[in-house]
C-alpha cells in the first residue's frame, strides 16, 4: 500500500471539503515541521520566560522552589502529563499535571497558604470555559501566583488575561498553523508538548535544538509507514481499542485513547493504562475485537514489565491485532506482536523526548477508524455532542 496519509492530501480539494478531510490529514502531516518553528518562536521568547521562571522560583534548588501545576483539560491535560516527569527531573522541585476541571472545583484543595506555586497552563484555543474562569480566578484571588500560559491563539482569552497581567502571567502564544482547524487536536498537542519541553530546556535551549532536529527528521520518516498500518489495522474493524504505556508514555496512551473515542465519535471505546495496570481487572476488556497497542519505553526496568505483559497477552491469545511502537527496531517484540513500527532513534534517546513521535500512529488510527466509521474526520460529531471549543459552563462561586 502507498503512503495513505499521502493519499488524501492528494485528493482535490472539494472532494477533501465534502468528506471532511480539509483539515485533520493536513494537520497530522505538518507536525514534524511545525516543530522546528516551535523550537524557533521559544528561542525568540526565552529570555521572557527565562525572567518569568526567575521570579516565580524556578532555579533556588529543591529546598526553596515553587510547586509547578501543569493545568489543562481533556488533551492539554495529557501535555501536561508528558511534561511533569522530565520538568521534575530538570528543574529538581515538585512538578504535577492537575486538571484545570479539578482545579475549578477543588481549588483550596491544591493551595496551601505560605507556599509558593507556579502554573503553566495548556490550551489551543485559550477559550477553555474551565481554563479561562479558573485563570481569572486565580489572578483576581491569589496574586502570588505566577503564571506562563501555553496557547496557539493570540486572540484567546488566555492570552489576554496574561497580556493585562504581565507583572505575574506571560503567554507563549505558538504559530496560528497548530491552531488546529479539525475538532481532535493534534498538531497543537504535540506542539504544546514540545514547547513545554524547551522551556524545560531553557538553560540549555541551543543544545536542545539539535534534539528537535532530530525529533522533526525522525517524524518524517516515521509518518509514512506509520500511516500505513494504521490504514491496515484499521481495515479490520476493531471496536475496541486499548493502549499502554510506561512514564511519559503512558501519556500517550491517554491521549491516543481520547484521539480515537473522539474522531470515532464513541463507534470505538477505548481504554488507556500502564503495563502493569492493565493486569489489575482492565485486561478483561482486551476481547477478540481489540486492537492492541503498546508504547515500549528503552528503559530497561520498564521495559522488562512491558515485555512480561506482552508475553501475557500473547499466551493468552487477548486481543485481535496488536501493534508496538519501539525506539528502535528491536528482536525481543517482533514474535509477540503482529506490527512493530520502530522510530528508528539515536541508541541514547530518551522516552521524555518522544511523546511528540509516538502519538502520531495513533493520531492516524483514529483518522482512519474516523472514515472507517463513514464520519468526517474535521466534523466527527454529527450530532453536536462534543464541538472544537467545549461549550460553557455555569460557574458556581
Not at 524547551?198 to 520518516?221: K, M, P, Y
Request: glycine share 8%.
Amino acid at each position: 500500500m502507498s503512503d495513505p496519509l499521502r493519499a488524501l492530501l492528494d485528493l482535490p480539494e472539494q472532494e477533501k471539503i465534502e468528506r471532511g478531510l480539509q483539515h485533520t490529514p493536513h494537520e497530522i502531516w505538518q507536525q514534524p515541521d511545525t516543530w522546528i518553528n516551535t523550537y524557533e518562536r521559544c528561542r525568540q521568547h526565552s529570555s521572557e520566560l527565562n525572567d518569568m521562571l526567575r521570579r516565580a522560583g524556578i532555579g533556588r534548588g529543591s529546598t526553596s522552589s515553587p510547586t509547578v501545576y501543569l493545568v489543562g483539560a481533556g488533551t492539554s491535560d495529557y501535555t501536561g502529563r508528558a511534561l511533569a516527569p522530565m520538568l521534575r527531573a530538570r528543574w529538581s522541585c515538585d512538578v504535577w499535571p492537575i486538571p484545570s476541571t479539578t482545579l475549578l472545583t477543588e481549588f483550596e484543595e491544591f493551595h496551601l497558604p505560605g507556599r509558593e506555586y507556579l502554573w503553566i497552563s495548556f490550551s489551543r484555543s485559550g477559550e477553555s470555559p474551565e481554563g479561562v474562569a479558573l485563570l481569572e480566578r486565580a489572578l483576581d484571588q491569589h496574586r502570588q501566583i505566577k503564571h506562563v500560559v501555553i496557547t496557539c491563539n493570540q486572540q484567546g482569552p488566555m492570552a489576554q488575561l496574561c497580556l493585562r497581567n504581565a507583572d505575574r502571567a506571560l503567554a507563549l502564544v505558538l504559530d496560528e498553523s497548530v491552531n488546529d482547524r479539525g475538532l481532535a487536536m493534534t498538531s497543537s498537542f504535540s506542539n504544546m508538548v514540545l514547547a513545554g519541553q524547551c522551556v524545560g530546556h531553557l538553560e540549555d535551549l541551543a543544545q536542545f535544538g539539535d534534539v528537535v532536529a532530530e525529533l522533526s527528521a525522525t517524524g518524517r520518516r516515521f509518518l509514512p509507514e506509520a500511516a500505513e498500518t494504521a490504514a491496515a489495522i484499521t481495515l479490520l474493524g476493531c471496536t475496541r481499542t486499548c493502549f499502554v504505556g510506561s512514564g511519559v508514555l503512558r501519556a500517550v496512551a491517554d491521549e491516543s485513547a481520547l484521539k480515537v473515542v473522539e474522531l470515532s465519535a464513541g463507534k470505538v471505546t477505548t481504554l488507556a493504562e500502564t503495563p502493569l495496570g492493565l493486569r489489575h481487572g482492565p485486561m478483561s476488556s482486551v476481547d477478540g475485537q481489540t486492537l492492541f497497542v503498546a508504547f515500549l519505553s528503552s528503559e530497561a526496568r520498564r521495559r522488562g514489565y512491558e515485555l512480561d505483559l506482552l508475553r501475557e497477552i500473547d499466551r493468552k491469545h487477548l486481543g485481535r491485532v496488536r501493534a508496538v511502537v519501539t525506539a528502535r527496531g528491536d528482536d525481543d517484540v517482533s514474535a509477540l506482536a503482529d506490527y512493530s513500527l520502530s522510530l528508528n532513534c539515536a541508541a541514547d534517546f530518551p522516552d521524555s523526548y518522544r511523546p511528540v513521535l509516538d502519538v502520531m500512529f495513533s493520531q492516524l488510527i483514529g483518522l482512519f477508524a474516523s472514515m472507517r466509521c463513514g464520519l468526517k474526520p474535521d466534523q466527527p460529531s454529527p450530532g453536536g455532542t462534543i464541538t472544537r471549543v467545549v461549550a460553557p459552563i455555569k460557574l458556581y462561586s
